[in-house]
């Protein structure tokens, strides 16, 4: 059962070569080149990234063509690993409902 929770290198670096490249595909950003920043470019790098969420979630809703699952994902996994890092960071990335007001 323990050989199903490990994973190898190879799973790992695959998981963080589709982190980068969808930082970079959606926002320009170069995911290598983040940890040597500062503390307040850092932030400025994770409002974009939230950002950029935002947008693949609004073509995910409108039934966009250009909508990949997979990119939502890398995208959410390389703001959650950029607010880790920072020692300070508030984690508000999650998806939020919207609370509509019962008409009675």
């Given amino acids: ?8 290198s190879s799973t790992t670096s695959a998981i963080s070569g589709a982190e980068v490249a969808a930082a970079w595909l959606c ?10 920043r500062p503390p307040a470019e850092r932030s400025r ?4 990234l939230a950002r ?9 809703l409108g ?5 990949s699952l997979d ?6 996994r390389s703001l959650d690993r950029l ?6 960071a508030k ?5 939020r409902r919207r609370r509509r007001s019962h008409k009675m």
Avoid: F, W
């Fill in 1 to 8: 059962m323990t050989d199903l929770l490990l994973l190898d």
């Fill in 27 to 36: 926002c320009r950003i170069d995911l290598t080149r983040v940890e040597d």
């Fill in 45 to 48: 790098i994770a409002a974009h």
């Fill in 52 to 60: 950029g969420i935002q947008k693949e979630r609004l073509k995910g």
């Fill in 63 to 67: 039934g966009a063509r250009g909508y």
């Fill in 71 to 76: 990119r939502h994902i890398a995208l959410k």
């Fill in 83 to 88: 607010a880790c890092s920072e020692p300070t």
């Fill in 91 to 95: 984690n508000n990335s999650g998806a």
